[in-house]
């Protein structure tokens, strides 16, 4: 995992007087009277208010502190989740379905309520992600969901299931949300994409590595049913990690143990530029508001909501869809493991590419593509011996469809500023997703076999509409930059916002050298005026530079320096 580099030492100076009327920041972490971002209030108890340099090597240094701790923990989690979630699809060929009788759409159900108990609870963790430590909240869910995995194994009907599944998605609902909050507290608008994927991919591993466990537990003499020995085995694990990371979480930049104060001053300095601030632990209800009137909101939801129906259809069918195909049990788990490899690709290389061309949008249209031609093939193509290579490559074609949703998380995280509304999108964007994975496993269903063409059908469709949903999102945001335009020149500002946010360290370092030459002409300009007893450009006057209002807990509407991106 590489390293970004920050050249922000041009961005060095003093931060400008607080606005008429308001209050002086309070020293250390608690809430002070103006509401302002806790970052606010660390730099004017430990920098006296002033920007520091911060040089290369020191943003080089910091960052890779922060991927060594922060980044293996997240990881970890997100990899254990995925493998919590598909022990339902694993243990689908290894008996489940017989031993505890499910007939109809039950099986589906039980893929669905997880994401429905999700749905149930993203208004509350908007509030509890606001006002709770983010590390500790985070890590008690993860234990809760461990043991309720662990329970699993104790159910013999589809009520026992249902409840336990119910539960774990409770308790797995904050995993997701709690991570893109992290994301954006700890890196760069830059790094925030590619870091995104790194969590998200480990869906990838989890088809990869989690195939293979469950092959090998499969093979487990027990009195234990294997689905059961899956269920114990992999809740076990997850309850042991969530007091790892309770150990070594830290709740906040300006908290991190790992980190001295000098250090401390640079991870919050490398933040700046983003202009969506690190954490306040204040509720605002006028974020609330915003983010409800707010279209990009609905966007997001929209973008989401499309993705999750696939998404959750083929992670609940998948290994049932490769079985119709004419393979064993363990054949078909272990044909699932090119599919998690495929999704690894596209999610760590659609983010990359994201990060190169400095868009989304176009990338997420592209990722369309592979998925909508996987499903014409397994449309089409007949159920028969002579056709498993071919529709192996149509399901593994499917597979690139992962790669969008940590685009649109990244996407929609990277265009929304203030603590609360922050949180308060980031429900609604998992609401979209959580709705979407309810109805998904619905549109297949076992009397659907071998062909699923409803489930198919309607995941095509979804996938054109997401490629209009871009254009169209597209279109806002570039509206919405050209709307700050005019503020900024209404008060007296430049029109153009140099935001460096998505920035090479190369391409800032060549910004901050043009900037350096402009300065200079622009110093000879005003000596020269000044002889001619021109005062009105006087050497002395103060110029506002970006990033001033960062850390006030503004929200991107707000901020009328705030640079949305596409």
Same mark, same amino acid.
């Given at each position: 995992?590489?390293?970004?580099?920050?050249?922000?030492a041009?961005?060095?100076?003093?931060?400008?007087?607080?606005?008429?009327?308001?209050?002086?920041?309070?020293?250390?972490?608690?809430k002070?009277?103006?509401?302002?971002?806790?970052?606010?209030?660390?730099?004017a108890?430990?920098?006296?208010?002033?920007?520091?340099?911060?040089?290369?090597?020191?943003?080089?240094r910091?960052?890779r502190?922060?991927?060594?701790?922060?980044?293996?923990?997240?990881?970890?989690?997100?990899?254990l989740?995925?493998?919590?979630? &598909?022990t339902?699809a694993y243990?689908?060929?290894f008996g489940?379905?017989?031993?505890?009788?499910?007939?109809?759409?039950?099986?589906?159900?039980?893929?669905?309520?997880v994401?429905?108990?999700?749905l149930?609870?993203?208004?509350?963790?908007?509030?509890?992600l606001?006002?709770?430590?983010?590390?500790?909240?985070?890590?008690?869910?993860v234990?809760f969901?461990?043991?309720?995995?662990s329970c699993?194994a104790?159910s013999?009907?589809?009520?026992?299931?249902?409840?336990?599944?119910?539960f774990?998605?409770v308790?797995?609902a904050?995993v997701?949300?709690?991570?893109?909050?992290?994301?954006?507290?700890?890196?760069?608008?830059?790094?925030?994409t590619v870091?995104?994927?790194?969590?998200?991919?480990?869906?990838?591993?989890?088809?990869?590595?989690?195939?293979l466990?469950?092959?090998?537990?499969?093979?487990?003499?027990s009195?234990?049913?294997?689905?059961?020995?899956?269920?114990?085995?992999?809740?076990?694990?997850?309850?042991?990690?969530?007091?790892?990371?309770?150990?070594?979480?830290?709740?906040?930049?300006?908290?991190?143990?790992f980190?001295?104060?000098h250090?401390k001053?640079?991870?919050?300095?490398?933040?700046?530029?983003n202009?969506?601030?690190?954490?306040?632990?204040?509720?605002?209800?006028?974020?609330?508001?915003e983010?409800l009137?707010? !279209?990009?909101?609905w966007?997001?939801?929209?973008?989401?909501?499309?993705?999750?129906?696939?998404?959750?259809?083929?992670?609940?069918?998948? !290994?049932l869809?490769?079985?119709?195909?004419?393979?064993?049990?363990?054949?078909?788990?272990?044909?699932?493991? !090119?599919?998690?490899f495929?999704?690894?690709?596209?999610?760590?290389?659609?983010?990359?590419?994201?990060?190169?061309?400095?868009m989304?949008?176009p990338?997420?249209?592209?990722?369309?593509?592979?998925?909508?031609?996987?499903?014409?093939?397994?449309?089409?193509?007949?159920?028969?011996?002579?056709?498993?290579?071919?529709?192996?490559?149509?399901?593994?074609?499917?597979?690139?469809?992962?790669?969008?949703?940590?685009?649109?998380?990244s996407?929609?995280?990277?265009?929304?500023?203030?603590?609360?509304?922050?949180?308060?999108?980031?429900?609604?964007?998992?609401?979209?997703?959580?709705?979407?994975?309810?109805?998904?496993?619905?549109?297949?269903t076992?009397?659907?076999? !071998?062909?699923?063409?409803r489930?198919?059908?309607?995941n095509?469709?979804?996938y054109?509409?997401?490629?209009?949903?871009?254009?169209?999102?597209?279109?806002?945001?570039?509206?919405?930059?050209?709307?700050?335009?005019?503020r900024r020149?209404?008060?007296?500002?430049?029109?153009?916002?140099?935001?460096?946010s998505?920035?090479?360290?190369?391409?800032?370092? &060549?910004?901050?050298?043009?900037?350096?030459q402009?300065?200079?002409?622009?110093?000879?300009?005003n000596?020269r005026?000044?002889e001619?007893?021109d005062?009105?450009?006087?050497?002395?006057?103060?110029?506002e530079?970006?990033?001033?209002?960062?850390?006030?807990?503004?929200?991107?509407?707000?901020?009328?320096?705030?640079?949305?991106v596409?």
């Amino acid at each position: 995992m590489g390293t970004d580099n920050m050249a922000s030492a041009a961005e060095v100076e003093h931060s400008p007087p607080l606005p008429a009327g308001s209050s002086q920041p309070q020293p250390g972490g608690g809430k002070d009277a103006d509401g302002r971002d806790i970052a606010a209030r660390f730099l004017a108890k430990n920098a006296s208010g002033q920007r520091i340099t911060v040089t290369p090597e020191d943003s080089a240094r910091v960052l890779r502190r922060i991927d060594t701790v922060i980044l293996p923990i997240m990881l970890t989690v997100y990899f254990l989740q995925g493998l919590d979630k &598909a022990t339902l699809a694993y243990s689908s060929v290894f008996g489940l379905l017989d031993d505890t009788k499910l007939v109809g759409d039950q099986y589906s159900w039980l893929g669905s309520i997880v994401y429905l108990a999700q749905l149930v609870m993203q208004p509350p963790l908007a509030w509890l992600l606001v006002r709770l430590p983010i590390a500790k909240f985070t890590s008690a869910m993860v234990l809760f969901w461990g043991v309720s995995l662990s329970c699993m194994a104790a159910s013999h009907s589809f009520g026992g299931l249902l409840t336990t599944r119910f539960f774990l998605g409770v308790f797995e609902a904050s995993v997701a949300p709690s991570f893109v909050a992290i994301t954006q507290m700890w890196w760069r608008r830059r790094e925030q994409t590619v870091r995104t994927s790194y969590w998200y991919a480990m869906n990838g591993i989890t088809n990869m590595f989690g195939s293979l466990i469950t092959y090998g537990l499969g093979h487990i003499s027990s009195k234990l049913h294997s689905y059961q020995i899956i269920f114990i085995f992999f809740g076990l694990i997850t309850i042991a990690f969530s007091f790892v990371m309770l150990a070594f979480m830290p709740d906040s930049p300006v908290e991190a143990k790992f980190l001295n104060d000098h250090d401390k001053l640079i991870a919050v300095e490398r933040l700046r530029m983003n202009q969506m601030g690190v954490i306040s632990r204040e509720w605002r209800n006028d974020h609330l508001k915003e983010t409800l009137l707010d !279209p990009k909101s609905w966007f997001w939801f929209a973008l989401l909501f499309s993705i999750s129906i696939p998404s959750g259809g083929i992670s609940t069918f998948g !290994p049932l869809i490769v079985k119709t195909f004419g393979f064993d049990q363990f054949q078909t788990i272990l044909f699932n493991i !090119p599919f998690g490899f495929v999704q690894l690709v596209a999610t760590v290389g659609g983010a990359f590419i994201a990060q190169k061309i400095k868009m989304k949008g176009p990338v997420i249209a592209v990722l369309c593509l592979p998925p909508i031609a996987g499903c014409v093939m397994l449309m089409v193509l007949p159920r028969d011996a002579s056709e498993r290579a071919a529709l192996l490559v149509g399901y593994y074609l499917i597979s690139v469809y992962p790669g969008i949703t940590p685009l649109i998380y990244s996407w929609a995280s990277q265009n929304t500023a203030g603590d609360t509304k922050r949180k308060c999108t980031n429900a609604v964007l998992f609401i979209g997703q959580s709705i979407g994975n309810v109805v998904g496993p619905l549109l297949y269903t076992q009397a659907d076999a !071998p062909s699923y063409s409803r489930g198919l059908r309607s995941n095509l469709a979804l996938y054109i509409a997401i490629m209009v949903l871009v254009v169209v999102t597209t279109a806002h945001l570039k509206m919405l930059n050209k709307n700050h335009a005019k503020r900024r020149v209404a008060m007296g500002k430049s029109a153009v916002i140099i935001d460096t946010s998505l920035d090479s360290p190369e391409e800032i370092a &060549a910004a901050a050298t043009t900037t350096a030459q402009q300065s200079q002409q622009n110093d000879g300009q005003n000596a020269r005026n000044a002889e001619e007893g021109d005062a009105s450009a006087s050497p002395g006057d103060d110029v506002e530079r970006p990033g001033d209002r960062a850390f006030e807990n503004l929200t991107d509407l707000q901020n009328e320096e705030f640079v949305f991106v596409f």
